[in-house]
């Protein structure tokens, strides 16, 4: 079994598992049992942080196979585990957080998260569900729905809180008001999109990095240039010289940068395989050939852009970091 190097995270003293096993299997909520077999197979090789979300309809199988789990005694302690969930846009308003938390740790059968996170820096209309009209986007209040975070954090439903996809200008923002800083910024970031500005300011404020999507996603502009960090002809190149994955060497690069990581794969060979990254590193020849690939961020969130909402462009949702 692996053993996944730890960080402590600022504002808790908490310890983070550096490679994470994501669960977003798309279309969301359609396969409940193979994500239950497949953390279940996750925690057999060594896999000890799990991130899930409300939007990804994962956190039951989650539950389900955190309890088989425990059972079969493949792990003794709930403990042992380090859970992240997130709450869904149409939840992030002040009076809606706890009972959101609540309605997560009662489907994954846990009394507590051990983060617990803003989804995106975008309000619904309460009850609104994807697909969604132009109408139902929101501004959110951020001193309030933080405070309810921090709640949640102070009753002891959630070890820590965090936000993800927030930029510079939203984590300024929300530490304007904020009594308890975020643990956590989980955003993309890979090879094609390395977060210097963000990775800087969060390193400034305490603020730990998790990142998503370190080997590209179907379903962004990557495709439409026939280019995901997998399938990166600089990176098969590196990966062919050190005998490695392609996949290895786009996780052991954001390892490398000083950051946790989660990454999603059923595939039970590449699940092992992902968690071979911590006993070789990248050269500082292959970091500079890696600084030089062209930058563009793959998920844009562009569902959130409309012109009658609060967002009118993508420079506006992503405060011009594209």
């Not at 986007?137 to 439903?157: N, P």
């Not at 999109?193 to 404020?205: G, N």
Request: charged residues 25%.
């Amino acid at each position: 079994m692996a053993s996944i190097p730890l960080a402590s995270l600022a504002s808790t003293g908490q310890k983070i598992p550096l490679l994470g096993f994501g669960t977003a299997d798309f279309p969301f909520g359609e396969d409940e049992e193979t994500v239950k077999q497949s953390v279940l197979h996750a925690i057999e090789v060594g896999y000890r942080h799990f991130d899930t979300a409300a939007a990804y309809q994962s956190e039951k199988p989650l539950g389900d196979a955190i309890a088989e789990a425990l059972q079969r005694g493949l792990i003794k302690s709930r403990d042992e585990l380090f859970v992240t969930s997130k709450i869904f846009c149409s939840n992030c308003h002040s009076h809606l957080v706890l009972p959101a938390l609540q309605e997560t740790l009662k489907n994954l059968g846990l009394a507590y998260l051990d983060l617990y996170l803003i989804h995106f820096p975008v309000s619904l209309k309460p009850g609104t569900q994807f697909p969604f009209t132009p109408g139902d986007i929101l501004v959110m209040d951020f001193e309030g729905v933080w405070k309810a975070m921090e709640e949640c954090q102070s009753l002891g439903l959630t070890k820590s809180i965090g936000v993800s996809n927030f930029t510079c200008k939203k984590i300024e923002k929300l530490l304007a008001t904020a009594s308890i800083p975020p643990a956590v910024n989980q955003v993309e970031m890979n090879v094609f999109w390395p977060q210097k500005q963000l990775r800087k300011l969060c390193e400034e404020k305490g603020i730990h990095i998790t990142a998503y999507s370190a080997l590209g996603t179907k379903g962004t502009p990557w495709e439409l240039i026939n280019c995901r960090p997998i399938d990166c002809d600089a990176l098969k190149e590196i990966a062919s010289a050190r005998g490695k994955t392609v996949a290895q060497v786009c996780l052991r690069w954001v390892y490398q940068q000083g950051v946790s990581v989660v990454v999603k794969s059923f595939n039970k060979e590449r699940m092992k395989e992902n968690l071979q990254i911590f006993d070789w590193e990248l050269s500082e020849e292959d970091l500079q050939k890696i600084d030089q690939l062209p930058q563009r961020r793959g998920h844009l969130a562009d569902f959130f852009v409309r012109e009658e909402g609060p967002y009118k462009s993508l420079s506006e949702l992503w405060d011009g970091e594209l």
